[in-house]
C-alpha cells in the first residue's frame, strides 16, 4: 500500500467516524482544508476520500465550496426501519417455535438491557448505542437465518447514525429505549411474535420520531 493510499484511508475512517457518530452533522458543510490541517495530510488523500465517501452517500461534493455532510432522508429513514421490522418479527416468529429457547433468550436480551440502564445512567452515550445496536442484532441472530442477519449488519452504519442523532443528550428518549427494551425481551421470552411485531413499530417511531410518511401507516408484520 502506498503512503498516498494509505492516508486517504486514515482521512476516510476518520471523516466517517465522525459523520456516524455525529460529530460532523447532517447538513454541515466540511472542506478539504481543514482535513489537511487536522491530520497533516496533503490534499490529494482528502480528496480521494472524500470522493469515496460521497460514492457511498455520506457526502454531497461541491467543486471549490467543500462537501455536505448528507442528512438522512426520511424515505432512507422509513425504508431502513420497515426491514428492521421484517427481519426482527421473523427471527420471534422462528423462535417462538422453541418456547424454552425462547423463554431462556428472554432473559439474555434482559440482561443486555440492565447493561443499557447502566450505560444510561453513566451517560455513558456511546456504550449505549453500541448496547442498543447489540440488543437488536441479538435477536436476528437468534432466529438463525445467517443471510438475513448479514444483511441485517449491513444496515448498522445507518442504524448508528439514526440512533446516535435520536438519543443524544436525550435522557427521555434513552430512558424510553430502555423501557421498550425490556417489554420487547419479555414479549420474546413468551414467543409472542404478533405482539413483538405491534410493539417493536411503535418503539421505533418513538425512537426516531422524524420518521413519517409510508411506514407510519404501515400496519405490524404478522
Given at each position: 500500500m502506498t503512503e498516498a493510499m494509505s492516508a486517504s484511508e486514515q482521512v476516510y475512517r476518520h471523516v466517517r467516524e465522525r459523520v456516524l457518530d455525529g460529530q460532523l452533522p447532517a447538513g454541515e458543510m466540511i472542506t478539504e482544508g481543514q482535513f489537511v490541517e487536522a491530520l497533516g495530510v496533503s490534499r490529494t488523500p482528502v480528496r480521494e476520500a472524500f470522493l469515496r465517501l460521497e460514492a457511498e452517500g455520506w457526502l454531497r461534493l461541491y467543486p471549490k465550496r467543500g462537501a455536505l455532510v448528507v442528512p438522512v432522508q426520511p424515505e432512507e429513514m422509513e425504508q431502513v426501519l420497515e426491514a428492521r421490522q421484517l427481519i426482527e418479527t421473523?427471527?420471534?416468529?422462528?423462535?417462538?417455535?422453541?418456547?424454552?429457547e425462547a423463554e431462556a433468550f428472554g432473559r439474555e436480551l434482559i440482561a443486555v438491557t440492565e447493561r443499557t440502564r447502566e450505560a444510561m445512567e453513566a451517560d455513558d452515550v456511546e456504550t449505549?448505542?453500541?448496547?442498543?445496536?447489540?440488543?437488536?442484532?441479538?435477536?436476528?441472530?437468534a432466529g438463525g437465518n445467517d443471510v438475513l442477519a448479514d444483511i441485517y449488519r449491513g444496515l448498522r452504519d445507518r442504524l448508528r447514525?439514526?440512533?446516535?442523532?435520536?438519543?443524544?443528550?436525550?435522557?427521555?428518549?434513552?430512558s424510553g429505549i430502555v423501557t421498550a427494551h425490556r417489554e420487547l425481551a419479555e414479549v420474546v421470552a413468551r414467543g409472542d411474535a404478533a405482539t413483538f411485531s405491534t410493539m417493536l413499530l411503535e418503539h421505533m417511531h418513538s425512537t426516531h420520531d422524524r420518521a413519517h410518511g409510508r411506514l407510519s401507516a404501515r400496519r405490524p408484520i404478522r
Open positions: 421473523h427471527a420471534v416468529t422462528m423462535l417462538s417455535h422453541e418456547p424454552r449505549f448505542i453500541e448496547l442498543d445496536a447489540e440488543f437488536h442484532l441479538m435477536i436476528v441472530a447514525r439514526m440512533t446516535t442523532r435520536s438519543v443524544w443528550r436525550d435522557r427521555a428518549r434513552m
